[in-house]
């Protein structure tokens, strides 16, 4: 693996004056690839190549000072509620009395797909993120990650209420 | 038929070129290559389609893993030296120089302030074996999460003022940590001491669906 390849001159043409043998310069760079290579591996091993990826989210100033008349009010009929339960589920009412909740998951076909229907049927459509104490962070991602995917424009992140619980009993 | 004399070739190739490409994926690799940080604990970050990129600098970071442990982070050496400077001072713990050296090199940690000089004593191992780490308090009793976040957002605005500051705190949570938990956390960035209202949850990008009409 490892021999020097040292071409030997043939050539005696000089009749007189004994000439130096001329040594060849080349390397065997075996090694040294090796070297390289393994170098690479390891650093292609250790490297952290992609940067994670982050969700920048705003939430609204908690003031104290802001009375209950000053906030803005978010009409009935703009507002959808979106519970996220244990289990990776969902349940969806629009307004504040809405007679038939529905009960879905985070699938394309699930929450997705909702929100894709009512974000074209209601204008400025407001959705409430309410995620129950049983839920996971991921479902909440999840939940915010359709806002941006579905382009809902006006969403927040409220806690959930016993009013809410109220409604989607029935879909226990 | 004479008999054809086929040249022996010499099976020695030139390892120049290969060399070459070798010492230059070297290279590229070197200068892009950011060391994996040994962070007590791993999560499994949630997916979005988000595509911002984290900034390199003076973020910090709270990691929440999956038991419900809550871990504090910061970036930069110099940055957590100042910020371990402050906690000493306004908690009434002293820091050896040698404590603080390892301070500055530790990425991320999970544990009350007034176990931190012993923390900082063990070795390396002892510190990331699972367990000993048990997080750090965010109880509304007693929520040492604030007092860390309150002194890095002073050593962040003291590094660069034109900074906006308020961009530079991430949540890194477990997918699967409970939602109460991340909502402490989440209220705590939102005390009124601190006024972060605006911050960064980590997450894996996952390819956005087809856009739908």
């Known amino acids: 693996m490892a021999e020097m390849v040292v071409k030997e001159s043939k050539g005696k043409k000089g009749k007189g004056g004994k000439k130096a043998k001329k040594m060849s310069t080349r390397v065997d760079l075996t090694p040294m690839v090796d070297l390289g290579f393994l170098l690479v591996t390891f650093f292609m091993l250790t490297t952290t190549f992609s940067k994670p990826q982050t969700m920048e989210i705003n939430m609204p100033i908690k003031d104290d000072t802001v009375k209950e008349e000053e906030k803005q009010a978010v009409k009935a009929t703009h507002a959808m509620s979106i519970i996220a339960d244990e289990n990776n589920l969902v349940y969806v009412y629009m307004g504040i009395d809405d007679p038939n909740p529905i009960k879905t998951d985070y699938s394309a076909n699930g929450i997705r797909k909702i929100l894709y229907e009512k974000v074209r049927e209601v204008d400025n459509l407001t959705v409430l993120i309410k995620p129950t104490d049983k839920s996971t962070y991921k479902n909440v991602v999840d939940l915010l990650d359709e806002m941006n995917i579905t382009k809902v424009k006006r969403y927040a992140l409220v806690p959930v209420e016993p009013h809410d619980m109220d409604i989607i009993k029935k879909l226990l | ?213």
Request: net charge positive; glycine share 4%; proline share 6%.
């Open chain 2, 1 to 213: 038929m004479p008999k054809v004399k086929i040249p022996r070739k010499s099976t020695l190739v030139d390892m120049t070129a290969m060399c070459d490409v070798a010492f230059l994926l070297l290279t590229f690799f070197m200068l892009t290559t950011q060391f994996k940080s040994d962070d007590p604990v791993v999560v499994s970050l949630p997916s979005s389609i988000s595509e911002i990129k984290m900034p390199d600098v003076n973020i910090v970071t709270v990691t929440i893993d999956k038991s419900g442990k809550v871990f504090f982070g910061m970036e930069g050496k110099y940055n957590r030296e100042k910020l371990i400077d402050k906690i000493a001072e306004n908690k009434n713990i002293t820091i050896t120089p040698e404590q603080k050296r390892i301070f500055s090199l530790l990425s991320s940690f999970g544990v009350p302030i007034s176990k931190l000089p012993e923390f900082l004593d063990l070795s390396q191992e002892e510190r990331n074996k699972p367990g000993y780490q048990t997080g750090i308090p965010v109880d509304s009793t007693n929520n040492e999460l604030k007092e860390w976040l309150k002194f890095a957002k002073i050593v962040v605005y003291e590094t660069d003022r034109s900074l906006y500051v308020s961009q530079l705190f991430a949540i890194k949570g477990d997918g699967s940590a409970a939602y109460p938990l991340v909502k402490k956390v989440m209220n705590t960035f939102q005390d009124k001491t601190l006024q972060i209202n605006k911050f960064r949850l980590v997450t894996n990008l996952e390819a956005a669906p087809p856009v739908q009409k």
